[in-house]
């Protein structure tokens, strides 16, 4: 079972990125899916998740109305698309996925491999 995150990058203030963490070796169609980050250090931190079927979504609130999490369940991917970027969003993001939506990381029992985000001024 794998989440492969990707899509980091370099990007200046205001610029816009979007991560993907698609899944493989199981389906996750019936998890909430989530990602978090951690800037160096710092503990890790709840970003945004996405229930099962989609229709509910929640944010932390330094990111609402900057973010937005979507899901494909026929590709078994979700989908992180930061918009406004700003320095303070940078930090290696990860995909995770549990049986329900949590804002705390030991709720979760798959995690991706992190991908950079650095957001420069």
């Known amino acids: 079972v794998q989440l492969q995150a990707s899509g980091g990058g370099l990007v200046q203030t205001g610029g816009s990125l979007r991560l993907s963490c698609a899944a493989s070796g199981r389906t996750f169609s019936s998890f909430a899916r989530s990602w978090f980050r951690q800037a160096p250090g710092k503990e890790r931190e709840f970003v945004a998740a996405?229930?099962?079927?989609?229709?509910?979504?929640f944010y932390t609130d330094s990111v609402k109305g900057r973010f937005i999490i979507s899901r494909d369940n026929a590709k078994n991917t979700v989908y992180l698309q930061m918009n406004s970027l700003k320095p303070e969003d940078t930090a290696v993001y990860y995909c995770a996925a549990a049986r329900r939506a949590s804002l705390v990381p030991y709720e979760y029992d798959f995690w991706g491999q992190g991908t950079q985000v650095t957001v420069s001024s």
């Open positions: 996405i229930t099962w079927s989609g229709s509910n979504t």
